[in-house]
């Protein structure tokens, strides 16, 4: 079931960087899941699910009106100045590494999750596999983060010091509160594209490219819905095979 489970979340993740979409691995990791699970009769916790759903959905609002009122204030209250830019300059650095450190674990943990029972199966302890999912994420982040890198900091809106300080401002406790408090799993470019377009909303940079960010909304969707029947698919096959 794992193994099922990890090769769609693959998929719909690569699907994700080959058309230079942002795919939250939260929504082709619940979705491969659900499917799987669904599969092979087990009953949903549709309470969970419902959680679920809701936080992706009013965490995704709440990024664009937060980061809208952030990066707004920045502009009007913080002056533009060379020392100033050093500090903004400092804060988006030491922003950027905080969010790195808490996105990286967050993937890993939603990468290899689905194959701790087929591991622990085999004798495998946990440390090995979250090694092991580190490494995968980078050499992931190695080869394939430029073309990402791309889309998220030029498609979707233009971002300079002061627009990616309130996008970082806006991710980060969002996230932590999200995957600690209430225990849901998100992702973290969910966050952050959302972040973006509330930034580009409110005027800075480049404004929002809508129909990149449009685009990117139902392919989020589409990533849920799809990942979700093929993984049910793959399983049903997978026990005629045999």
Not at 9 to 14: A, F
Not at 44 to 62: K, M
Request: hydrophobic fraction near 50%; aromatic fraction near 10%.
């Amino acid at each position: 079931m794992g193994t099922i489970a990890l090769i769609v979340i693959g998929l719909y993740v690569g699907l994700g960087i080959y058309f230079e979409h942002s795919i939250p691995v939260a929504f082709s990791t619940f979705g491969a899941i659900a499917g799987v699970g669904l599969a092979a009769g087990y009953s949903p916790n549709l309470d969970y699910w419902s959680l679920t759903v809701t936080s992706w959905i009013a965490s995704g609002i709440a990024a664009v009106f937060v980061a809208y009122g952030l990066v707004t204030l920045i502009r009007r209250y913080v002056p533009v100045s060379d020392r100033m830019d050093r500090w903004v300059e400092n804060a988006v650095l030491f922003g950027g590494i905080v969010f790195s450190f808490i996105g990286g674990g967050s993937q890993v943990g939603l990468a290899v999750g689905p194959l701790v029972g087929t591991v622990s199966d085999l004798g495998v302890g946990i440390l090995p596999l979250i090694a092991f999912g580190g490494l995968g994420i980078m050499v992931g982040a190695w080869t394939k983060s430029p073309v990402m890198l791309q889309a998220v900091g030029r498609q979707y809106a233009s971002l300079g010091q002061r627009t990616s300080l309130a996008v970082l401002l806006t991710a980060i406790p969002m996230v932590q509160i999200i995957a600690n408090t209430l225990g849901v799993p998100i992702s973290y470019n969910h966050i952050i594209i959302n972040s973006i377009a509330g930034c580009g909303f409110a005027g800075a940079g480049a404004g929002v490219d809508t129909r990149k960010y449009a685009g990117t909304l139902v392919s989020w969707l589409l990533t849920l819905l799809g990942s979700t029947g093929t993984a049910y698919l793959l399983y049903i096959a997978s026990q005629h095979v045999r």
